[in-house]
Antibody, heavy 121, light 107 residues
Framework: EVHLVESGGDLVQPGGSLRLSCAASGFTFSDFPMDWVRQAPGKGLEWVSV????????SYADSVKGRFTISRDNSRNTLYLQMDSLRVEDTAIYYCAKDIQRATFDAFDVWGQGTMVTVSS | DIQMTQSPSSLSASVGDRVTITCRAS??????LAWYQQKPGKVPELLIY???TLRSGVPSRFSGSGSGTDFTLTISSLQPEDVATYYC?????????FGGGTKVEIK
């Protein structure tokens, strides 16, 4: 069974840093692009970042560009999101998600349960 | 960047009603459009991709249509378990924005 488990969410002060992890199982991790999506309390879904299966291609939403870095370790079947210069408006549940197709940035067929990031002084 | 706009933002309908949700892209996106359902307190789930391809296991009362800039999600006969917020998403190339969501309630 395909499974994604996020970890690393915490309470952090504005300007601080945090690294999220997403452990994947049940599929050939290196074959698929992976994404981070966030949802602020009571708000809609916001796509954050995507990384190709090899890790060579990445892309970011304008709201996090220059502050967040997506990466992956295919030997550990793990996706990461390094979050620096955090702002109050980054407060959200952060989900990792698997793309449905191998070759392109695609729709998301599997989602993790999410990890909560709270940015507050 | 392409923006995705959904309407309405919320709706209330009776059990058995036909419900239609619209999603508009600011530029043509061919059929690179997905629909997700997020029930209260739950993780989003993929319903439809490639504008009209129903994901395996999704009830046939859900259907998608459209191409280019205008897309529609239809629930042919609303059921109590369909209470949720529905999101469209453009994909195919980054960025991969979502629409603002449509909250569906039972009247």
């Amino acid at each position: 069974e395909v499974h994604l488990v996020e970890s690393g969410g915490d309470l952090v002060q504005p300007g601080g840093s945090l690294r999220l992890s997403c452990a994947a199982s049940g599929f050939t991790f290196s074959d698929f692009p992976m994404d981070w999506v966030r949802q602020a309390p009571g708000k809609g879904l916001e796509w954050v970042s995507v990384i190709s299966g090899s890790g060579e291609r990445t892309s970011y939403a304008d709201s996090v560009k220059g502050r967040f870095t997506i990466s992956r370790d295919n030997s550990r079947n793990t996706l990461y999101l390094q979050m620096d210069s955090l702002r109050v408006e980054d407060t959200a549940i952060y989900y990792c998600a698997k793309d449905i197709q191998r070759a392109t940035f695609d729709a998301f067929d599997v989602w993790g349960q999410g990890t909560m990031v709270t940015v507050s002084s | 960047d392409i923006q995705m706009t959904q309407s309405p933002s919320s709706l209330s309908a009776s059990v058995g009603d036909r419900v239609t949700i619209t999603c508009r892209a600011s530029q043509a996106i061919s059929n690179y459009l997905a629909w997700y359902q997020q029930k209260p307190g739950k993780v989003p789930e993929l319903l439809i991709y490639a504008a009209f391809t129903l994901r395996s296991g999704v009830p046939s009362r859900f259907s998608g249509s459209g191409s280019g800039t205008d897309f529609t999600l239809t629930i042919s006969s609303l059921q109590p378990e369909d209470v949720a917020t529905y999101y469209c998403q453009k994909y195919g190339s980054a960025p991969l924005p979502f629409g603002g969501g449509t909250k569906v309630e039972i009247k």
